[in-house]
């Protein structure tokens, strides 16, 4: 996937972001982080981001086993609906109708739907886009659902069975130009990473079958739409902590950086995205905040990023040494926290 910053520029490029069942990894740790797609333009960084709205979608008109088209319909309306209700962000969508078409095809038409694809076993499901490569402008983007999975319309979940609301309000949160979030904790076990608690929907690990906490977003996911989308005076109630991650006096890329508002207990994150370990967290409430820098440990450093730049593992996690206060509207001025190589 491609992640803000980071990437040199294509006419019309699609990026494909897939939510995985399981991925074997190194050990367990709590991480954090929203990230919007982007990428530059000489020296420009364009954030891909709808224009037009509401964005109208699709839904094909096939159902699986115990989930009818009509059901899938109705479960990508209630997670569209979900996006949709963040007060402090503007974006809208709108049922256009079903259709014949298949997710995956460059027609114009933004859809979801199921489709069998056995060999991604462990691909729950994907978001690809057409986006215009001079302005960032999302044109299309496209769900699939992977149908070799047992997938439940149930409203309280079901045993054995993936909630497909639930899977649909993270990969809506892809189709409105979200990446992966890293505020989350997992262990490896025998039968691969397990996902221990997620604090936000759009960690790239699913948590489990018969799982429906996914359906409601987390302060980081709201954080995220809303730098995007801003609306209803997110700018304005809001503030922002930036700075730079350096180790021995040089910039360090894909570190995480976390914002724990003291007050609320809610976590905000978001990785440090130039080679000069500049990073910048938006949408947090004024007040004092904990600033917590880790390696990515939770998922591999590609769920996150493209292969572009080195993703730096090899430091220590560390607390900034003193609380940030966050002033409403604006930034805490620039913080540089320096970590040290394990
Ligand atoms: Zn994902």
Redesign the pocket.
Same mark, same amino acid.
Request: aromatic fraction near 0%.
């Given at each position: 996937m491609t992640v803000y910053g980071e990437r040199s520029i294509a006419a019309r490029r699609r990026i494909a972001? %897939? %939510?995985t069942v399981l991925l074997v990894l190194l050990p367990a740790h709590p991480a954090l982080a929203y990230l919007k797609f982007g990428f530059e333009i000489g020296s420009r960084s364009v954030t891909a981001r709808w224009l037009r709205f509401p964005v109208r979608y699709f839904v094909t008109n096939r159902g699986v086993p115990g989930v009818s088209a009509t059901d899938l319909q109705g479960a990508a309306a209630r997670a569209f609906a979900t996006w949709q209700g963040v007060p402090t962000a503007a974006i809208t969508y709108d049922f256009a109708g079903f259709t014949s078409n298949q997710p995956g095809e460059d027609d114009g038409r933004t859809t979801l739907g199921f489709q069998s694809v056995p060999e991604l076993d462990r691909v729950l499901a994907s978001t690809s886009f057409l986006i215009d490569g001079l302005t960032g402008e999302l044109l299309e983007a496209d769900i699939f659902f992977n149908s070799a999975f047992a997938w439940s319309v149930a409203a309280g979940g079901e045993r054995n069975r993936w909630d497909l609301e639930t899977i649909a309000v &993270?990969?809506i949160g &892809?189709l409105s130009g979200l990446g &992966?979030s890293a505020i989350g904790e997992t262990e490896v076990g025998a039968s691969g990473r397990r996902v221990l608690a997620a604090e936000a929907v759009?960690f790239?690990i699913a948590l489990g079958t018969n799982d429906v906490s996914g359906r409601l977003l987390r302060p980081d996911d709201v954080a995220g739409i809303s730098d995007l989308y801003p609306d209803g005076g997110f700018n304005d109630d809001t503030g922002s902590v930036s700075g730079r991650i350096t180790k021995s006096g040089a910039g360090v890329f894909g570190a995480h950086i976390v914002a724990f508002d003291i007050a609320k207990g809610e976590l905000v994150g978001n990785f440090s995205l130039r080679a000069d370990g500049q990073f910048s967290i938006a949408g947090l409430r004024p007040g004092p905040h904990a600033i917590r820098v880790e390696p990515i440990d939770d998922a591999d450093t590609d769920s996150f990023f493209d292969n572009v730049d080195p993703v730096d593992l090899n430091f220590r996690s560390k607390y900034y040494e003193q609380l940030v206060i966050v002033p409403r509207g604006a930034d805490s001025g620039a913080i540089e926290v320096e970590v040290a190589g394990k």
């Open positions: 972001v %897939l %939510l &993270h990969e &892809h &992966h759009m790239p």
